[in-house]
């Protein structure tokens, strides 16, 4: 199941967001559910992440999905902080929910369609945000992609995101999307859009509703 929803006044938002404090203790509620860093691996959602990620032809213990990073991280130092009030909060929501959420500047998407794929190596393009290489992260006809056209905007479903597309400080128009590979990741991805929509339309954004795209129904507009 692939979810997603385009949100717009994120400049402003944004701002909004900068001032607030989180209003969850992310740690504290993964912990109280018996989440822990030295169990992590073998969390029901997480091995299905890295099931996925190995049936993409990938180590899962080098090429980890974002809720295992993300919660790691979280029970580790806290919550995430960055320079993007937007990329704390829909980070903050991905961990509390256990399901990876992306998101994206509309404006320097290629094209207004998305589609959730196999690579295509002799076409596709990769530049994935952070110090990360092109090259460490292989376009193989195996690994799931998001792609606009031929432009890859993340890489291994959620693993890492393109610095071509990611949110930036003036991004005023966003893409979000997810995606659950198990049925038992369907009901969290579903509260973590639920949880995040809640917090960007209270910061003042107009946010669209959450449509989800499934086997029987391939292709969403939102």
């Known amino acids: ?32 559910a018996g989440v822990s860093i030295e169990r992590l691996a073998d969390h ?10 190995a049936a993409c032809g990938l180590k899962p213990s080098t090429y ?16 995430l902080h960055t320079p993007l009030p937007l990329v704390d909060v829909y980070c903050d929501v991905a961990a ?3 399901a990876p959420l992306g998101a994206y500047d509309v404006g320097l ?18 530049h994935p945000l952070g110090a990360a290489r092109d090259d460490e992260m292989p376009l193989t006809p195996t690994v799931a992609v998001y792609a606009a056209g031929t432009t890859v905007i993340c890489w291994a479903y959620n693993c890492r995101d393109s610095r071509d597309t990611c949110l930036v400080s003036d991004t005023d128009v ?9 049925a038992r990741q369907h009901e969290p991805l579903r509260t973590a859009f ?4 809640d917090r960007l339309t209270g910061a003042g954004a107009t946010v669209g509703e ?10 969403i507009d939102i």
């Open 1 to 32: 199941m692939v979810g997603g929803f385009v949100a717009s006044g994120l400049i402003s938002a944004s701002a909004v967001l900068a001032e607030a404090a989180l209003p969850y203790d992310t740690a504290a509620e993964l912990v109280a």
């Open 44 to 53: 029901p959602v997480v091995a299905d992440w890295r099931a996925a990620i």
């Open 64 to 79: 980890k999905g974002s809720v295992e990073q993300l919660v790691r991280r979280t029970l580790k130092s806290g919550p």
């Open 96 to 98: 509390r929910h256990l």
């Open 109 to 126: 998407l290629p094209g207004p369609e998305i589609a959730l794929r196999l690579a295509d190596p002799g076409a596709d393009e990769f």
């Open 174 to 182: 966003g893409l979000f999307l997810g995606e659950a590979v198990t």
């Open 194 to 197: 639920a949880d995040l929509r």
């Open 210 to 219: 959450a449509q989800f795209a499934s086997a029987t129904n391939m292709a």
